[in-house]
């Protein structure tokens, strides 16, 4: 990653980790020291994609084939529309939640397979992989907490389904440490914020 160039930069994890806060964070600062950022979200991010979101994790039941194919579709419209644009005009996309999600969700939660999932996902998006994947590590038990009484589908899962997305991505992060930076979800967001911050300064997107 250089400074001038377009950067991609994920933040996963599971539900209530604090994922959006970090995004929100992050966006100022690098906004601040004069980068153009995008923010976005998936599933959503466009009109299509707000609309599969709304059926999947708000609708009637959809099965785990069927649910993997549209997050895959949102993906690969939210690429095209929003992402890639947004890179080659030399923004820092932040995004909450991408591949990585559908691979733990489907792939490891549903276990559909994570690997068939991955193939999938990254024919979607044609590749396109973060150069920086953030995943905000909290427990299922802190992440039922936070959330409190409002679920939609798959936060209404039980804990055993949101253990197995951990572990995912606990252990796609283990493998790959230049590309992921694993962050506990249960310190204070400021804290967790210089933490990210530091990684993204020594990628060069900003200038410390």
Same mark, same amino acid.
């Given at each position: 990653?250089?400074? *001038?160039?377009? #950067?991609?930069?994920?933040? +996963?994890? @599971?539900? &209530?980790?604090?994922?959006?806060?970090? #995004? %929100?964070?992050?966006?100022?600062?690098?906004?601040? %020291?004069? %980068?153009?950022?995008?923010?976005? $979200?998936? =599933?959503?991010?466009?009109?299509? @994609?707000?609309?599969?979101?709304? /059926? #999947?994790?708000?609708?009637?039941?959809?099965?785990?084939?069927?649910?993997? /194919?549209?997050?895959?579709?949102?993906?690969? !419209?939210?690429?095209?529309?929003?992402?890639? =644009?947004?890179?080659?005009? &030399?923004?820092?996309?932040?995004?909450?939640?991408?591949?990585?999600?559908?691979?733990?969700?489907?792939?490891?939660? *549903?276990?559909?397979?994570?690997?068939?999932? !991955?193939? /999938?996902?990254?024919?979607?998006?044609? @590749?396109?992989?973060?150069?920086?994947?953030?995943?905000?590590?909290?427990? =299922?038990? +802190?992440?039922?907490?936070?959330?409190? +009484? #409002?679920?939609?589908?798959?936060?209404?899962?039980?804990?055993?389904?949101?253990?197995?997305? *951990?572990?995912?991505?606990?252990?796609?992060? $283990?493998?790959? =440490?230049? %590309?992921?930076?694993?962050?506990?979800?249960?310190?204070?967001?400021?804290?967790? !914020?210089?933490?990210?911050?530091?990684?993204?300064?020594?990628?060069?997107?900003?200038?410390?």
């Amino acid at each position: 990653m250089t400074g *001038r160039d377009g #950067v991609f930069i994920a933040f +996963e994890g @599971g539900d &209530g980790a604090g994922k959006s806060t970090q #995004v %929100r964070l992050l966006a100022e600062v690098l906004r601040a %020291r004069g %980068r153009e950022v995008l923010v976005t $979200r998936q =599933p959503g991010g466009t009109p299509l @994609g707000a609309a599969i979101r709304d /059926l #999947v994790l708000h609708g009637d039941h959809v099965s785990p084939r069927a649910e993997a /194919l549209l997050f895959a579709a949102d993906k690969a !419209h939210h690429v095209d529309l929003v992402i890639r =644009p947004a890179l080659a005009a &030399g923004q820092v996309v932040l995004t909450d939640r991408y591949t990585d999600s559908s691979v733990a969700y489907q792939g490891a939660g *549903r276990d559909l397979g994570a690997d068939e999932v !991955h193939d /999938l996902q990254m024919w979607a998006v044609d @590749g396109l992989v973060p150069d920086l994947t953030v995943v905000v590590d909290v427990s =299922p038990e +802190e992440g039922r907490r936070r959330r409190g +009484e #409002v679920h939609d589908r798959l936060e209404a899962e039980a804990d055993a389904f949101h253990a197995s997305i *951990r572990e995912h991505f606990l252990a796609v992060a $283990r493998g790959n =440490p230049q %590309r992921y930076l694993v962050v506990d979800g249960t310190r204070p967001p400021e804290e967790i !914020h210089a933490e990210v911050l530091a990684r993204v300064e020594a990628a060069g997107v900003v200038d410390p």
